[in-house]
């Protein structure tokens, strides 16, 4: 059994004033939500141009992304990690789409297919943030690629979680 909710959010930095609750009359799609349910990602057009944003469920409201939607790149596909540390997506430049991550704890955000000659599509990260995979298009077919970003990789836990 569901229930639906309509959500109404404050502003934030990376909001527009005039454009406050979750849903506007801008275009907001490609909604992606958090393993543990508290965070939608989806990307809008609020600001003119493609960003992306992140609404935080409990408290209603937006969350700042310092560093996530600069220049010129218009940025696509959301996926979130399990408590939404992390943030994997597209972003393209003069339309060369590349994968990014973002990390909400650092503010720091890392290219994850430098160099990568393909078109790559619909990004999507592991809940404990160590692994991305997507679509290739590398052997002239849509394929699925993985990308291990290795073990120094701080894990995208719950809170309370045993680390072994």
């Known amino acids: 059994m569901f229930s639906a909710v309509s959500l109404n959010g404050c502003t934030s930095s990376n909001v527009s004033s005039f454009s406050t609750s ?16 508290r965070w939608l990602a989806m990307v809008s057009n609020r600001n003119g ?5 992140l609404y935080d469920l409990q408290l209603r409201n937006f969350a700042d992304l310092p560093g996530l939607n600069i220049g010129n790149a218009i ?6 990690s399990r408590t939404g540390r992390y943030i994997a997506y597209i972003s393209s430049i003069q339309g060369r789409p590349d994968i990014f991550i973002y990390d909400r704890a650092t503010k720091q955000t890392q290219l994850v297919t430098q160099g990568y000659r393909s ?21 002239g077919q849509w394929d ?9 990789t701080e894990l995208d836990r719950p809170d309370g979680e045993v680390v072994q």
Not at 124 to 135: A, K, L, T
């Open 22 to 37: 979750l849903n506007s009359r801008y275009n907001d799609e490609q909604p992606a939500i958090s393993g543990d349910g």
């Open 49 to 53: 141009r493609r960003e992306i944003l």
């Open 75 to 80: 940025n696509d596909s959301p996926s979130l």
């Open 119 to 139: 078109w790559l599509r619909n990004p999507r990260i592991s809940p404990d943030g160590r692994y991305i995979v997507f679509e290739t298009a590398k052997r």
């Open 144 to 152: 699925i690629e993985v990308i291990d970003l290795g073990i120094r």
